[in-house]
Structures are given as structure tokens and as C-alpha cells.
């Protein structure tokens, strides 16, 4: 045995490491570990609007979750507390199997493992209040269990969704809808982006952003999100 591996093997904690974020993959038991979670700001023109945002004169830009807010295989979004206006915003959600730095929109495809549909949940007064300071929206989109997600569909079986249908129902009415294809920068782009500013990893999942419509959500409302071609989530708030 190396001397490397006989390091390796005495490396002790002091307290026990958390337990790796993970989501299921489609057809499989196998799981994507999860590196870290980038969101794209107002990536769609109707939602920036409705924001109090004109998208024309907008750069890209992006926050991020935590790894540890996905809610693998969702059924249920614990209503959080410090907040009495919390929002639902429907996302497609792409896995990277691979990254890097400054990667060519051209090559930004090769990166993706495969794509599924996430909830970006909001404490909207929280972030409000952090806006108006100027301060890190962390509190109002960072806490916990605030991305329920559903299975991951590979690239081989859905391809690279870049148009169709996206919408969010709540108790059956449809609440958010829209089109891929109405994204403002389009998923190669927001990886070739990223990839400027960070350095990509396998593991990272990025949320593309949300259709119009945005809104409240209550304790016992069920929302039923979809994505043409990627899958449908259903999530009762407890």
C-alpha cells in the first residue's frame, strides 16, 4: 500500500461529515451527487417585467443554493419559517457530468448529464427586504428544503430540451406558463457564462430560471409543475 493511501486512511473528523446531496436519475437506483446549485436571475423576459425589470437592458446574473436545499424525489415543501409570502417559481433544472473554465457555447452541451424540473421556493418578503438594503438574497432563497427536484432524465432518453411547455398548477389552476424557448439565455449560453466565473465541476446543477406568474403559496396547496419532454413534479406544502 502507498503511502498516499495509508494517509488517506488515517484522515479522522471531528464531527461526522454531512451527508452527500444527491438526486435520483430515471430508470436507474444510481444517484448524481450534487457539487453546487447555480440559479439564473429573470432568464425569462415576461417574468423580469413582472419583477419591475426591463430584460433588454440586462446582463445575465445569477445566485446560488446550497446543495442540501434540493428536496430529492419532492412530495412535500415544509412551509418555512420568517416569512409570510412565500413564492413558487417553476425551473427546468440541468445536471453537468462535466465543466471546466471558459467553455465555448459550442462545447457547453457536452457538459450536461441530463435535465429535470425543479421549484426555486422564495421567501419573497425576505428577499424584498434584502433588495432594498442591498444586501445577499440568501435568506430569502438559500434556506432550507427550498428546491424541491424531481429524478434527473439523461440526456440519451430527452436529448437537449430547447423548446416547449413549461408551466406550474396549484390545486389544478394553472398559476405559471410558458416556453423553453423563451428563455432569455438559453442553456449552453448560461453555462458558457458560468463558466467564466466559476470553475465548473461535475455535480453542478444549474436552475434556468421562471415563466411569468409568480406567486404566493399556502399550507395544504398542492403544486404540479411540468416541462415538456423532462417530467412533471407534484409537491403538497406542509
Given at each position: 500500500m502507498s503511502t498516499g493511501a495509508t494517509a488517506a486512511n488515517q484522515i479522522?473528523?471531528?464531527?461526522?461529515?454531512?451527508?452527500?446531496?444527491?438526486?435520483?436519475?430515471?430508470?436507474?437506483?444510481?444517484?448524481?451527487?450534487?457539487?453546487?446549485?447555480?440559479?439564473?436571475?429573470?432568464?425569462?423576459?415576461?417574468h423580469a417585467v413582472e419583477m419591475g425589470h426591463d430584460p433588454d437592458k440586462e446582463p445575465p446574473f445569477f445566485f446560488q443554493k446550497n446543495p442540501d436545499n434540493l428536496i430529492?424525489?419532492?412530495?412535500?415543501?415544509?412551509?418555512?419559517?420568517?416569512?409570510?409570502?412565500?413564492?413558487?417559481?417553476?425551473?427546468?433544472?440541468?445536471?453537468?457530468?462535466?465543466?471546466?473554465?471558459?467553455?465555448?457555447?459550442?462545447?457547453?452541451?457536452?457538459?450536461?448529464?441530463?435535465?429535470?424540473?425543479?421549484?426555486?421556493?422564495?421567501?419573497?418578503?425576505?428577499?424584498?427586504?434584502?433588495?432594498?438594503?442591498?444586501?445577499?438574497?440568501?435568506?430569502?432563497?438559500?434556506?432550507?428544503?427550498?428546491a424541491p427536484a424531481g429524478p434527473i432524465m439523461p440526456v440519451s432518453q430527452v436529448g437537449h430540451p430547447d423548446q416547449g411547455e413549461i408551466w406550474l398548477k396549484i390545486n389544478d389552476e394553472i398559476r405559471q406558463t410558458g416556453d423553453l424557448n423563451q428563455m432569455i439565455w438559453k442553456t449552453p449560453e448560461m453555462i458558457s457564462i458560468l463558466s467564466t466565473l466559476f470553475t465548473l465541476q461535475p455535480g453542478d446543477v444549474i436552475l434556468t430560471g421562471t415563466p411569468s406568474g409568480v406567486g404566493p403559496v399556502q399550507r395544504g396547496d398542492l403544486l404540479h409543475g411540468h416541462?415538456?419532454?423532462?417530467g412533471e413534479l407534484r409537491v403538497r406544502v406542509v
Amino acid at each position: 500500500m502507498s503511502t498516499g493511501a495509508t494517509a488517506a486512511n488515517q484522515i479522522g473528523y471531528v464531527i461526522t461529515p454531512p451527508e452527500q446531496a444527491t438526486l435520483s436519475v430515471a430508470g436507474t437506483a444510481e444517484r448524481f451527487p450534487v457539487h453546487r446549485v447555480y440559479c439564473v436571475g429573470r432568464n425569462y423576459a415576461a417574468h423580469a417585467v413582472e419583477m419591475g425589470h426591463d430584460p433588454d437592458k440586462e446582463p445575465p446574473f445569477f445566485f446560488q443554493k446550497n446543495p442540501d436545499n434540493l428536496i430529492a424525489d419532492a412530495t412535500e415543501f415544509p412551509y418555512p419559517k420568517a416569512s409570510e409570502d412565500v413564492h413558487h417559481e417553476i425551473e427546468m433544472m440541468v445536471a453537468l457530468k462535466s465543466g471546466g473554465e471558459d467553455i465555448a457555447v459550442g462545447d457547453a452541451l457536452d457538459c450536461v448529464f441530463g435535465y429535470g424540473v425543479s421549484l426555486d421556493m422564495t421567501r419573497r418578503d425576505l428577499q424584498g427586504q434584502m433588495k432594498k438594503l442591498g444586501r445577499p438574497w440568501e435568506i430569502g432563497k438559500a434556506f432550507e428544503m427550498s428546491a424541491p427536484a424531481g429524478p434527473i432524465m439523461p440526456v440519451s432518453q430527452v436529448g437537449h430540451p430547447d423548446q416547449g411547455e413549461i408551466w406550474l398548477k396549484i390545486n389544478d389552476e394553472i398559476r405559471q406558463t410558458g416556453d423553453l424557448n423563451q428563455m432569455i439565455w438559453k442553456t449552453p449560453e448560461m453555462i458558457s457564462i458560468l463558466s467564466t466565473l466559476f470553475t465548473l465541476q461535475p455535480g453542478d446543477v444549474i436552475l434556468t430560471g421562471t415563466p411569468s406568474g409568480v406567486g404566493p403559496v399556502q399550507r395544504g396547496d398542492l403544486l404540479h409543475g411540468h416541462v415538456d419532454g423532462v417530467g412533471e413534479l407534484r409537491v403538497r406544502v406542509v
